[in-house]
């Protein structure tokens, strides 16, 4: 283990090139106050924001369960609390448990037995749940509104 390094999980060792400004391989990383701007030597570049932690207690886990239809999508979704975890599921097939990645934002792996993995943001209005959105390869945030 490196102490006195810099270091990003993804990135690996950043290397000092001014007070906010990082160099990883042949990439470049500016940190701001509550960001990050990730910049590719190809100039391609990527904002990555500060967010929440998860916290998924019994309490969190009811603020999720119901259920959901997306117009677009002209499907339903439950999710719901099974043995202590959260888990969305497509009727009739089997639940899939959702992985918290902060708040409101969560994992499916291999959801709707497919072999990819999808990601869900959950929406509020006056911090109620009112909707998530879902992204997986072949689709990007197909709205799905609480019904129930």
Do not use: C, H, W
């Not at 109620?128 to 072949?138: G, L, N, Q, T």
């Amino acid at each position: 283990m490196q102490y006195n390094k810099l270091t990003a999980t993804q990135f690996g060792p950043l290397t000092p090139i001014s007070d906010d400004i990082f160099s990883v391989s042949n990439n470049r990383l500016v940190i701001k106050s509550n960001s990050f701007l990730f910049i590719t030597s190809e100039k391609d570049s990527a904002v990555f924001t500060r967010v929440e932690e998860a916290k998924l207690d019994q309490k969190a886990m009811s603020e999720y369960a119901g259920e959901y239809y997306s117009e677009e999508a002209e499907a339903k979704i439950y999710i719901q609390v099974e043995n202590g975890k959260l888990m969305i599921l497509q009727k009739p097939k089997k639940g899939v448990q959702l992985i918290p990645t902060y708040k409101d934002g969560f994992d499916a792996p291999r959801m709707f037995g497919v072999d990819y993995d999808g990601s869900i943001y959950f929406e509020r209005d006056k911090n109620k749940i009112i909707s998530f959105k879902v992204s997986i390869d072949r689709a990007r945030n197909v709205k799905f509104k609480k019904i129930k």
